[in-house]
């Protein structure tokens, strides 16, 4: 034998060795032996994954990377290399770079539906849930039957969309009424107005727009994922070609760019349940300012939370804690909800005052100022008062409001919600309970007047 034979002898003679020792699951004394049919340079770059495999197992991270690396050196595009580097880098808690090695795996490996389904988990546990959802659906596809994969994908997409969204969207009282005063809007200005949607979710509005007849609709929606549904959910509607949308905030919007002229009808939806969570008077405000023409149709074109004086033992177990257990927990009060959305219909309250407007905000205002009054409501029946439920009052063109009015109203994509006092206040037939109210351009101001140990600003009416 010569003595290249010799050394390939003893070099086969040592990795069968390592594999027996491997098989036996001994990792620790396997590993030298492969480290010595690699120095001896046999059958290299079948025996260094293995290698590194088993050095990861034996959490030895460092030297697995060196042996990927070096399998990397000499293989640039060895798709098991990238993908177990990324879940090293990935363990280690370099997460950018482990995402980066496992794009790198999917790449030379695109039919592999578990280096998919691991550089989605990576994305979505960096924030990155756009790209998630579409490497889950990229691994769902590859792999149909995988419930896990099924399972990961619904859920991403359910965790980012506000579970309202599917209510709203059944909900066909709000969406007739948008729908008329679309069509009314249409129908002043013409086909060729330029409309603006805001917050276009599903792309309902903006399909209703085109249905009517506009040309051109430019829409934007500040959720990714909802905008990549809307674009789908136009072009298998038929309306590609009239609407556009943009996955960025209005504010983001430039006419001349994303708008091709400044905007003859805003629509947008985008009332919370308790009127302006949603940034309301800050996007109006910016779109008056910037995106509309100044005699631009707005719907809708005010909004209002209308609300009254309630009892409710149920919603008061929300509100206030007291004694508990024999212990005086009072002060923790100070830590319940202010404000609690609420079925009106499904929740047992009790109604102590007439409906009264609590706050009013004009949508074709180009600005607008926080504001603070006081309300006097005049109670009709005797209670322990636990709050105020409010609901909406959304006024869309001359003839066409909505409102979730709690007697008549549940299951849309708008709650009722309670503001509740900071204590129970007694109240009878014939006072007056003063309320500060308003908003501070955000959220909704209801507070009673300097509440004292259960008894607040009561008058005699
Ligand atoms: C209540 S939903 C209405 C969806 C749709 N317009 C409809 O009526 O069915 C409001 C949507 O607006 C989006 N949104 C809110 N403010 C936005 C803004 N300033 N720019 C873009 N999208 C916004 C939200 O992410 C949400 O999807």
Known sequence: MSSIENEIAAARRVLHEAMELQSAGN??????????VIEQGYRVTEVRPILAGILAQLDAVE?????WNALLAVEPDHAVAHHEMALILNRLGQTDEAIVSMEHACRT???????????????SNAGRKREALR??????????????????????????VPFWHVPMMNDVRRNDAFEAAIKAAIATVGSDAQVLDIGTGSGLLSMMAARAGAESVVACEIVPIIADMAQKIVADNGYADQITIFAQPSTELQVGVELPAKADILVSEILSSDLLTEAVLD????????????DAIIIPR??????????????????????????????FGAFAAQKLPIHGTMTDWRRLSKDVELVRVDLTQRRHESDLHILSIPVLEDGMATGIVQWMHVDLAEGVTFDNHPDGYSDGGWLQVLHSFPQPIQVRAGQVLDLAVGHDR??????????????????AA
């Open 27 to 36: 990792l620790a004394a396997a590993a030298p032996r492969y480290r010595m």
């Open 135 to 160: 490497e889950f659906q990229r691994a769902l596809d590859l792999q149909p039957e995988n419930v896990h994969v099924r399972h990961q994908l619904r859920r991403l997409g359910a965790e980012q």
């Open 283 to 294: 996007t109006f405000e910016d779109a008056h300012a910037r995106l509309l023409k100044p």
């Open 442 to 459: 955000a959220t909704l101001v209801v507070q009673p007047l300097e509440v004292v140990a259960g008894s607040a600003a009561i008058r």
């Open 302 to 331: 005010a909004a209002s939370a209308i609300g009254c004086l309630v009892e409710s033992d149920v919603l008061a177990g929300y509100s206030f804690v007291d004694q508990v257990s024999g212990f005086n927990v009072s002060r």
């Open 109 to 123: 490996d695109p039919e592999n539906p578990v280096a998919a389904n691991n550089l989605a988990v990576m994305l």
């Open 63 to 67: 030297e697995a990377m060196e042996q």
